[in-house]
Each structure stands twice: as structure tokens, then as C-alpha cells.
């Protein structure tokens, strides 16, 4: 299938998308050497838009030639892709009233003449038989030539296709920069984030709003805009009375939903402007490892990011007005997610050369939220400009040059409604025991480091800092304060989504405000919680035996301290009256000696923490770092107080480290929640690999977190948010972006 144009012609395509692997699948026809590549760990990629469990498949535009072009594609499906069944042409039921709905009638009419047709309450009933139906209140008509497509699976397939064709298909190569020849008229390649470089004499940048990351050409032309999608759990007797449906569409409103999937979930959405980032317009393409749609036809595990309150109400209204049955049944299972478009600017598809590349460089992108009801017919879009056959209208429509303040005319059902911003706060949390002091003192430039590291990405990040916790000391009451602080701050900065980044014990506090708020409902909608060094299963014993030795040099570092009155009558009764007894102070000559013996004096302490209750070598050790680290005078003071016995309610908090029970059962339920969690320990390469908290074994949440600074773990420990006591300070922020994009989840 060569051809004179295509004779030693070499393709490179960045993006393993539909709109990527179908241009390939194209060229490749035609003779071209292609070679596709993917930023994800596989082809085609878990979290791409492209990888769904559904799309709809339908030719009702109120533009003719969108009309035209997904009738060749629904041809293409019946005719070429039959034998792979991933194309369910179960019909579509359209409602609305506007003029858009009735352009969009009278085009698929003039095509589908025997397939299309008007319904009145009466006619809509033989379409969906058995199925309780509200009054329409809209102008419907249905077309039986519309269907969708298994969006998964399809790209699946497709992928093969172009591997049986010749094409390599290069996974985990992730696009840093295109390459220009010495005289910059021509692009020449592509070089990735390690390095490596591909040549061509074409590159094809298909990556969606990735393509504003390679080439600043687009960034005038190309929004990234986050849709909300619910997918419903019917019940058998449900599944079998829908199964049959038609897709249900509402242009008035954009509500849309599916029919039941073999495995009983049921899709429903709004195809509208979407949420935005008030920032940077470029999405991200994660890999997550909660992301499971579109691999097959098995109960899809969803990648939970919850939707914003007001959408979520915004689909049960628009499913009340069609199937109110399932509307109304509380008991039906709901998992919600954000989906990202790739608009272009009026919604036209961006087919177009760099104006300045020699025609070396070529857009294909924008997908807009009707790419993959073309399919394959993308593929031939992009080779029809490449050999220069658009006809001169599409020509015209997909042009990189086209008028960017032209009115949005393509698909009204989404465009003509307005964009809302996506604002997500990431929330920092200090060691909240009573009497610590949490905030910025506790975290040192991590809050504004992370802001800035995330000032590029798709939404719009805002680091708060919880204030200093005010608490009798109970938990209970520390996580009460804690969700009503965060629900003032969601109203009052109208935040769409939470990121809790907490250390220490505020890790503990920062999964139960998690599950707190999944039992009212998932009212804050907190999506990762990121703790820092944190004892979801308690202290390592090994801590106790290392500090122990040294807990005289702490207290002497703690007595230089001006604000702290009488070092040894409030620090030592503090650590004594928790520890069980009291340690005086030893002179330079002593410890000295004692540097000289430490291994025997490690085994020692080590012995004598065997004897120890639990919590009372828990809370030594959380003491001996938090009295000089994060008390000041009056905290102190305080402590003392409780040490001599005229208050312990400040203990109670602490006393959650010994319930093992109670810390296991916290650590398996954030494990298995749709939130993304992660703990990241302290390890000390240097001393035996060494650490502060306990690590289970075989657990892909706990993250190492490796320092060779510190002298011990409680010097890790309070020095993890400085590059001057943290070796490796800079990786942790890096981590921590990576975490927090995954929580974006571009799908759909």
C-alpha cells in the first residue's frame, strides 16, 4: 500500500491516543514508517482520554460537516470493525427543544432517513419498553443509527492494528522537547526526559493539551477542562430492564447517560463547559495505579476523584427527569470521577502545520469531546493534510490559523454554557498532638514550595495551613475541629477538592477527618492524604534504644533555649513522668564514655525497652523530640503541669499509639478507599537502614523517604522540610507534585 508521496517518508507520533494511533493506523496504509510514543508505562494508556469503558457514537451536529464526518465514521465501524464488537449500535434518544437540537434532527434526518424519527409520550414508550419513564417535557426524536463504542477496549484494538502494520509502539517515553535543525526552520525529532532521541522527517504531536507543554503555538487555542461522570451499580432485575436501552441525550442540558455495561454500571454525565484551572490550561496524564477503565468488560475499579457537590446534584436532577427510578434509589452504588477534554478553541479539531516548520511539524489534537466518534476517520483527516486533500472548507475549519475569537459553534450542548474553576487546596497539617505546635514552623518552605512546583499544572492549587490545634486532646474532638475548619475554608474559598499533607501523628488525625467526611457523605472531597512520616502502625523500637543514649544531649540542646524556664524541672519530670522514671543530666566527660561503649549501651536500652509499655517508650520518644522542637515556654510550662499530675487530658491524643488494633484498623480502611494515600518514612541509609516508624511489610503506600544527614531518627524525624537536615528534601517535593497530579486523573 505505498505510495510515490510516502517512499522512505518516517513519522514520528507523540501520543498514543485515538487521535494518535488512528493517524498512525492511516499512514501506516499508506506506506509510512511510524513509530508511536506514549508517556505512560503502556500502550494504550490506563489514564488517557482515550481509555474509557464508553463514548458515544453519533452524527447529531447541528454542523454539517461534523454530521458528515461521524456518519463515514459509524460506516467505518459497521463495515471494517464488526468482527472485534466493541461498536453497540443501540440507538440514541435526544431531547431538547433548542435550535441546535433541531439542526441537528434535520441533518441526521436528510442521512438516516428511515432511522430517525420524531416521538410523542406515547411513541418515546415502544423505544423504551418496561422502562418507568417520566412525562418528556422536551421534543424528542431518536436515532437508531447512533450507538457507542467500548472506548477501552476500541484503542486496544486499534494499538494491535498498528503493530500488525509495522509500527513501534514505544511506551514510557516521555516527550521533554521537539528538536530543530541549526537553522530552526526545521523540526527533526523529538528528545525524552532521559535523554533519548528519535528522528523523522515528520513528527506528529497528538498529545492532547500536552501539546501546549511542547509547542507554545497552541497555548491560545487549547483548554483543558475537567467533566464530571457518575457511574451507577444496578441491581440484576435493573440491569435487565435497561440493558436494552438507547443512549439517552439531553441537549438542553447536556445530561447524557448510557446504557448498563455487562457488568451492570450504569454511565451518566454532562457534556458542558467543564471545570478549568484559572492557571495553566495543560492538563496532565497520570498513571495511577486506582486507574482501571476501559481494560476490559470486568467491573470497572474506578479512579475515584470526586466530583464537585453541585455537580453530582446536577446529575441526579437530569437522571430524575428521564429515569427517575434510578434517581431515586438510595441504595444504588454511585462512583463519581473527573474526565478531561482537550478543547479547542470554537471546538473545531487543531489539524494543522507549525507555521514555521516546513511543514516538518504537524498538530493533531483538540479533540473537544467529539474525537472518538471519528475513530479512524481522525487518521484520514490528518493524512488528507499532510497530502494536501482537505477539501477547502475543512481545510479552512482545521487550520492552526483559523480566527481564535471566533464564537464556540460546534457542539452547543457544552459550549455555550460557562467554565468553572477548578480550585483545589492541598493542606498542610503539623504533628497535631496537644501542645504541638503545627503550621509553618512544623513544615519550614514545603506549603509555598509545593504551590510553586504545581503553578503549571491543570487545576489550581492553594496551600493552607491548619492553625495551631485547639483541643482538649481527645481525638475525636481533633477531628470534629478539623472538618468544620475545612469545611469554613471550602465555603469561604469555594474549593472543589482537598490534598491533606500532615506529619507525625497528624497523619492519624489527617485519615480519620478522611473518613469522618466519607461518612458524611464525601462533603469536602478529599482526594489523597500524604503523610509524612507518620506512625500509622507505631514507632520502630529501635527508635527508643538510639535515642535513649542521647536523650541528655537533647535536654542540654533543649535547656539553651532562652524562653524555657528551669530546663531540669520542666523537661526531665515531662519525659520522666510519661517514661517511668527520671534521667539526670550527664557532664560532657560521661558521655563521652558512653560514645565509647554506645553499641553496649544501645543493647542495653534496647533491653530496658522491652520492659516498657508501649505507649510509654511511644510517647518518650514523641516527647524527647516534640519538648525541644516544637514547645515553646508556656507549652512547657504546661507540660510540666501534666508530668506532676495536674492534667493528662494532653496525653490522650498520644494514647492512640499503643491501640494497635485501632491503628491497624485506621491503615487498612485509608488503604483500601478510593483516596490516593501514601506515608512517607524517614530511612537512614547510613545507620542500618534505620527509621522511625514501623513499616509493614509488602505495603506500596509507605514510601521511602532516605536522609544521610541525621544523627538518629528524631533528628530525621523534625528535619525532613529543610535541604539542610534532609539529603534528599528536593526529591520529596518532587514525589509529593507527582501524588498530588495523580489526583487529576485525565480520563474520558
Known amino acids: 500500500m505505498s505510495s510515490s508521496n510516502s517512499d522512505n517518508k518516517s513519522v514520528i507520533i507523540v501520543g498514543a491516543g485515538v487521535f494518535g494511533l488512528s493517524t498512525a493506523y492511516a499512514l501506516l496504509r499508506d506506506g509510512y514508517q511510524v513509530t508511536v510514543v506514549e508517556q505512560s508505562d503502556q500502550i494504550p494508556s490506563e489514564s488517557g482520554s482515550s481509555t474509557d469503558i464508553s463514548k458515544i457514537v453519533r452524527a447529531d451536529y447541528s454542523s454539517p460537516v461534523y454530521s458528515k464526518l461521524a456518519a463515514e465514521s459509524i460506516a467505518d465501524l459497521e463495515q471494517n470493525w464488526a468482527q472485534d464488537k466493541f461498536f453497540h449500535q443501540c440507538g440514541m434518544l435526544v431531547l431538547g427543544e433548542s435550535e441546535y437540537a433541531q439542526a441537528s434532527y434535520e441533518n441526521v434526518k436528510r442521512m438516516y432517513p428511515s432511522q430517525v424519527n420524531m416521538l410523542d409520550d406515547d411513541s418515546v414508550k415502544k423505544v423504551l419498553p418496561n422502562v418507568p419513564l417520566n412525562k418528556l417535557s422536551h421534543t424528542a426524536y431518536v436515532n437508531r443509527a447512533s450507538g457507542w463504542i467500548e472506548s477501552g477496549r476500541a484503542t486496544a484494538v486499534l494499538a494491535d492494528k498498528c503493530k500488525e502494520l509495522g509500527a513501534t509502539l514505544i511506551p514510557s517515553f516521555s516527550v521533554k522537547k521537539v528538536l530543530w535543525n541549526d537553522k530552526h526552520d526545521r523540526v527533526v525529532g523529538v528528545e525524552s526526559t532521559d535523554d533519548t532521541t528519535l528522528r523523522a522527517h515528520l513528527t506528529i ?17 487549547l483548554l483543558a477542562s475537567a467533566q464530571s461522570v457518575a457511574m451507577i451499580k444496578l441491581t440484576e432485575e435493573q440491569y435487565e430492564r435497561y440493558k436494552n436501552s438507547p443512549i439517552v441525550i439531553n441537549l438542553n442540558t447536556g445530561i447524557y447517560m448510557f446504557p448498563p455495561t455487562s457488568t ?13 484551572s484559572r492557571e495553566r490550561n495543560a492538563p496532565v496524564s497520570i498513571d495511577t495505579r486506582r486507574e482501571q477503565l476501559g481494560k476490559d468488560d470486568s467491573d ?60 516538518s511539524l504537524l498538530f493533531a489534537t483538540g479533540g473537544s469531546g467529539h474525537a472518538y466518534k471519528m475513530y479512524t476517520v481522525l487518521g484520514n483527516l490528518v493524512k488528507g493534510r499532510i497530502d494536501d486533500t482537505l477539501d477547502e472548507e475543512m481545510s479552512n475549519m482545521f487550520s492552526i490559523h483559523r480566527d481564535t475569537q471566533q464564537v464556540p459553534v460546534v457542539d452547543k450542548s457544552r459550549l455555550d454554557t460557562v467554565r468553572r474553576d477548578f480550585l483545589t487546596a492541598f493542606m498542610a497539617e503539623g504533628q497535631q498532638q496537644h501542645n504541638f505546635k503545627g503550621g509553618v514552623d512544623t513544615f519550614g518552605t514545603l506549603p509555598g514550595d509545593l504551590e510553586s512546583a504545581l503553578q503549571d499544572s491543570a487545576r489550581q492549587y492553594t496551600s493552607v495551613v491548619y492553625p495551631a490545634w485547639k483541643t482538649s486532646g481527645k481525638l475525636e474532638d481533633a477531628v470534629n475541629n478539623l472538618h468544620a475548619w475545612m469545611t469554613e475554608q471550602r465555603d469561604q474559598h469555594h474549593f472543589t477538592s482537598f490534598i491533606l499533607v500532615a506529619h507525625s501523628m497528624g497523619g492519624l488525625l489527617a485519615c480519620d477527618v478522611y473518613l469522618k467526611d466519607v461518612s458524611n457523605g464525601n462533603t ?29 544531649d537533647y535536654y542540654d540542646k533543649f535547656n539553651k533555649i532562652k524562653d524555657v524556664a528551669s530546663g531540669a524541672t520542666v523537661l526531665m519530670p515531662f519525659v520522666g513522668a510519661m517514661w517511668g522514671s527520671t534521667r539526670p543530666g550527664k557532664s560532657e566527660q560521661q558521655r563521652g564514655k558512653e560514645k565509647e561503649k554506645e553499641k553496649q549501651e544501645q543493647e542495653q536500652q534496647q533491653a530496658t525497652t522491652s520492659y516498657l509499655k508501649p ?90 523517604a532516605s536522609n544521610s544527614l541525621p544523627k538518629d531518627e528524631i533528628g530525621a524525624h523534625v528535619g525532613m522540610f529543610a535541604s539542610s537536615s534532609n539529603s534528599n528534601y528536593h526529591q520529596l517535593v518532587k514525589d509529593l507534585v ?11
Open 738 to 748: 507527582t501524588d498530588i497530579l495523580k489526583t487529576e486523573n485525565m480520563s474520558l
Open 300 to 359: 470497572p475499579q474506578l479512579s475515584i476523584s470526586k466530583i464537585p457537590s453541585v455537580m453530582y446534584e446536577e446529575l441526579r436532577q437530569g437522571l430524575k427527569q428521564v429515569y427517575p427510578e434510578i434517581a431515586a434509589d438510595e441504595s444504588l452504588e454511585w462512583k463519581t470521577r473527573m474526565c478531561w477534554y482537550c478543547d479547542a478553541q470554537n471546538g473545531d479539531y487543531i489539524i494543522d502545520y507549525h507555521p514555521h516548520s516546513n511543514k
Open 524 to 552: 469536602l472531597n478529599i482526594t489523597a492524604i500524604l503523610n509524612q512520616d507518620s506512625p500509622m502502625i507505631g514507632l520502630h523500637p529501635n527508635v527508643f534504644a538510639n535515642t535513649g543514649t542521647k536523650l541528655s
Open 264 to 276: 451492570r454500571y450504569f454511565k451518566v454525565s454532562k457534556h458542558h463547559a467543564g471545570y478549568i
Open 205 to 221: 504531536i497528538a498529545s492532547g493539551a500536552w501539546s501546549t507543554l511542547l509547542d507554545d503555538s497552541l497555548n491560545k487555542m
Open 615 to 704: 505507649a510509654g517508650a511511644a510517647i518518650a520518644a514523641v516527647s524527647a523530640v516534640g519538648a525541644g522542637a516544637y514547645f515553646g515556654r508556656d507549652k512547657l510550662l504546661e507540660a510540666y503541669r501534666a508530668a506532676v499530675g495536674l492534667t493528662t487530658d494532653h496525653l490522650l491524643f498520644l494514647s492512640n499509639l499503643w491501640n494497635t488494633r485501632t491503628l491497624k484498623e485506621r491503615l487498612d480502611s485509608v488503604e483500601k478507599a478510593p483516596v490516593l494515600f501514601r506515608n512517607y518514612y524517614t530511612h537512614l541509609p547510613h545507620l542500618n537502614d534505620r527509621t522511625f516508624c514501623l513499616i509493614p511489610a509488602d505495603s506500596d503506600t509507605f514510601i521511602r
